[in-house]
């Protein structure tokens, strides 16, 4: 990546707590609220069910739950089986379904890089059956498939370190 002219001294410059790569792995920091998440899209919803699929303790998968829902990446949904006592689901919110790409995007370089052989799942398009990816493009869907052709521009107001 390039940076434009007045970003290229680091020196005097930082983006320091408002990174949004920081502050997304605030709110993912450890691997059972990313995992619980990834069962989220898998379609768990159920707290026993993410102990059993993330392969955590109850105590780390209700920390992660907490976590993620004061992030607003998940909500609760109340559920009553029959004869049970009112119980809650757990649902990604819109701000979690956009995690999607995320999770796609490291599944990607994960089966391409950390597999030896074939990937255990691929995602495909029900419609199509197409292979599901992720791609960088441009605001126009053109492909950048090459760093160098990045600029990193700022986008605020210049602060002092």
Do not use: H
Not at 9 to 30: E, F, N, P, Q, Y
Not at 74 to 84: H, L, M, S
């Amino acid at each position: 990546m390039e940076f434009e002219p007045r970003l290229r001294d680091r020196t005097r410059w930082s983006i320091g707590g408002a990174c949004s790569v920081a502050k997304l792995l605030d709110v993912l920091s450890t691997k059972t609220a990313f995992l619980v998440v990834r069962e989220c899209f898998y379609g768990t919803t159920r707290f026993e069910d993410f102990t059993a699929r993330v392969g955590a303790s109850a105590p780390a998968v209700s920390r992660a739950l907490k976590q993620l829902e004061a992030a607003q990446i998940i909500c609760r949904v109340p559920y009553q089986e029959p004869g049970q006592r009112p119980r809650d689901e757990y649902r990604l919110t819109p701000a979690g379904e956009d995690l999607l790409p995320v999770f796609v995007a490291l599944m990607q370089w994960g089966d391409k890089y950390l597999q030896d052989g074939t990937p255990p799942v691929r995602l495909v398009n029900a419609a199509t059956g197409g292979r599901v990816g992720v791609r960088v493009v441009d605001e126009s869907d053109a492909p950048v498939t090459d760093p160098d052709d990045i600029e990193v521009c700022w986008n605020a107001p210049q602060r002092a370190r």
